[in-house]
């Protein structure tokens, strides 16, 4: 892709949305940024000489002028249950990819649910949930299995060695009240409760952790396109208590790009025909991490690396998993097999 792709970034003054234009910039992509805010988006104008657009989420016709001339847009504005489908509705009255960072899963089944058909009649691809919760664990399932038989479970674990929420965070937790779901016998189902519990062998920097069965949009974005009997999603149960703490501060910067000091595991143990394999995702800010996922997304869709075709898209399904992995200069990755029970599950 070159500069003359433009791509719309609605929420750019968002936390996630800096990270989200500034790799667009590196990468040398054309950037539109857009926002509710106008002060907002005025703050770092001395700095960034990008445009600015501000279009209202309850304004059709603010938000079609707003990515009018764009060739895609990516949404970093939460909580989605809000915002993805007007951002999308306008995406899709452009006839342009859409793409998000969404990690809620109700606002991931009203996608499916009410834009999925209309998107695949035009043509559309819309791409919600491609970042570090929803798309990093879909291309770490998807680069480790056999695509073309079933798998028998799936185990996702995410490590966080903290979690210092954003507002965007909150206001998110605050908004998302629905019942989270997993995989069980093949169909979507609700989390036990009280929640499972259990203890988790992370790979270092993390090691073993306790943990708590609470599913993102990886649980969704996973059996779009893979048959998958069970799947489980795990969280480290400290992250939980962090963000459940109204005292934990937001994310501060710690390194030249503004990331924070947070490291983070993806550990993937999927059980396939008898075999049992495991993939490992490490770094850095899960925020920050979402920047070069959702950008590396964007690239493939506008530079035709996609799968064709419209709809509601998991990475995994339109992109080869493996090759979008090793591209990522901000995630090391590694596959091996399982020599001991990765999780050691507490039942109440």
Not at 82 to 96: E, F, H, N, Q, S
Not at 299 to 308: I, N, Q, T, V, Y
Request: aromatic share 6%; proline share 7%; charged share 20%.
């Amino acid at each position: 892709m070159n500069d003359r792709m433009t791509v719309a970034v609605y929420g750019a003054s968002g936390h996630t949305g800096k990270f989200v234009v500034a790799e667009l910039k590196r990468r040398g992509v054309g950037v539109v940024r857009i926002g509710r805010d106008a002060a907002r988006l005025t703050e770092s104008s001395a700095d960034d000489a990008t445009p600015w657009r501000v279009a209202a989420i309850d304004d059709p016709a603010q938000l079609d002028a707003a990515i009018r001339g764009t060739d895609a847009v990516i949404n970093c504005a939460g909580p989605f249950l809000d915002t993805a489908l007007p951002v999308v509705d306008a995406a899709l009255r452009a006839g342009i990819p859409y793409l998000d960072v969404m990690a809620e899963q109700a606002a991931l089944q009203a996608l499916i649910e009410q834009r999925d058909a209309s998107a695949r009649d035009a043509g559309v691809r819309l791409v919600p949930a491609a970042a570090f919760y929803g798309g990093l664990a879909d291309l770490l399932v998807t680069a480790a299995a056999d695509a073309d038989t079933p798998l028998d479970r799936v185990d996702i674990a995410i490590g966080l060695d903290s979690w210092h929420p954003t507002p965007g965070t909150r206001l998110t937790g605050e908004r998302n009240r629905a019942r989270r779901l997993i995989q069980e016998q093949g169909r979507l189902a609700p989390v036990p409760q009280p929640a499972p519990e259990g203890v988790w062998s992370f790979p270092s920097p993390l090691g073993t952790m306790d943990v708590v069965m609470l599913p993102f949009t990886e649980v969704l974005t996973v059996s779009r396109h893979l048959r998958v009997s069970t799947l489980e999603s795990w969280l480290a149960l400290s992250a939980l208590r962090d963000i459940r703490d109204p005292n934990t501060p937001a994310p501060r910067p710690n390194d030249e790009q503004g990331r924070s000091a947070q490291q983070f595991v993806v550990d993937v143990v999927i059980e396939q025909s008898g075999t049992t394999r495991r993939v490992t995702a490490e770094g850095r800010d899960i925020y920050a991490v979402s920047a070069p996922i959702i950008v590396e997304a964007t690239e493939r869709l506008l530079s035709g690396k996609a799968a064709p075709g419209g709809g509601v898209s998991s990475l995994g399904e339109i992109f080869d998993a493996r090759d979008f992995l090793a591209a990522l200069d901000m995630v090391t990755v590694s596959y091996g097999a399982v020599s001991s029970p990765i999780l050691k599950r507490s039942y109440a």
